[in-house]
T-cell receptor, first 115, second 112 residues
Framework: DQQVKQNSPSLSVQEGRISILNCDYTNSMFDYFLWYKKYPAEGPTFLIS?????DKNEDGRFTVFLNKSAKHLSLHIVPSQPGDSAVYFC??????????????FGPGTSLSVIP | ETGVTQTPRHLVMGMTNKKSLKCEQH?????MYWYKQSAKKPLELMFVYNFKEQTENNSVPSRFSPECPNSSHLFLHLHTLQPEDSALYLC???????????FGAGTRLSVL
């Protein structure tokens, strides 16, 4: 049973418009959430994160929203650019619960930004 | 050279071969990880090493054998693999206590 779900395997968006990628989780113990971006033939790279004490975190064109009651987070990319075309992984972890970072990843959403 | 480097990038092996995947990080981290990514599936954590000690073995078959000689190097020794082991194997590292992991580009493994 997946603890982190990304129900949209793919998403296509026009350049300049907003991309919204969604993620749901089941474990209420998760208190730190991350988004990673992966290009073909490369490893995932960290994009943005949010702690459960916040409901929004913004970094340039990227904003992550967290709704703890719904166990839902989303990544907004505004404006979308063709270089944003990649697979986006949502991930969740419990901070300081262990001596290492056990991060649970979702299956990913493939974003295509159309010029 | 900086970051996390994995070699080889591609590997084709028969079911009776023995091979090793190598990971090296130049970030000063003390935690290192092996993940498996199969098509259309989430990244699956395989092993975790924290200060060279294995702290997690996520029910991985014994045909996968990790080795961490120091905090900068991680190996995954492979023997008598099955075709279903074909996947992208990713190495990552982090500072202990921090959730952000830095990944290598992966080794694309094909088992024939």
């Amino acid at each position: 049973d997946q603890q982190v779900k990304q129900n949209s395997p793919s998403l296509s968006v026009q350049e300049g418009r907003i991309s919204i990628l969604n993620c749901d989780y089941t474990n209420s113990m998760f208190d730190y959430f991350l988004w990673y971006k992966k290009y073909p033939a490369e490893g995932p790279t960290f994009l943005i994160s949010i702690s459960s004490i916040k409901d929004k975190n913004e970094d340039g064109r990227f904003t992550v929203f967290l709704n703890k009651s719904a166990k839902h987070l989303s990544l907004h990319i505004v404006p979308s650019q063709p270089g944003d075309s990649a697979v986006y992984f949502c991930a969740a972890s419990a901070v300081f619960k262990t001596s290492y970072d056990k991060v649970i990843f979702g299956p990913g959403t493939s974003l295509s930004v159309i010029p | 050279e900086t970051g996390v480097t994995q070699t080889p990038r591609h590997l084709v092996m028969g079911m009776t071969n023995k091979k090793s995947l190598k990971c090296e990080q130049h970030l000063g981290h003390n935690a290192m990880y092996w993940y498996k990514q199969s098509a259309k599936k989430p990244l699956e954590l395989m092993f975790v090493y924290n200060f060279k000690e294995q702290t997690e073995n996520n029910s991985v078959p014994s045909r996968f054998s990790p080795e961490c000689p120091n905090s900068s190097h991680l190996f995954l020794h492979l023997h008598t693999l099955q075709p279903e082991d074909s996947a992208l194997y990713l190495c990552a590292s982090s500072h202990p206590g921090y959730n952000i992991q830095y990944f290598g580009a992966g080794t694309r493994l094909s088992v024939l």
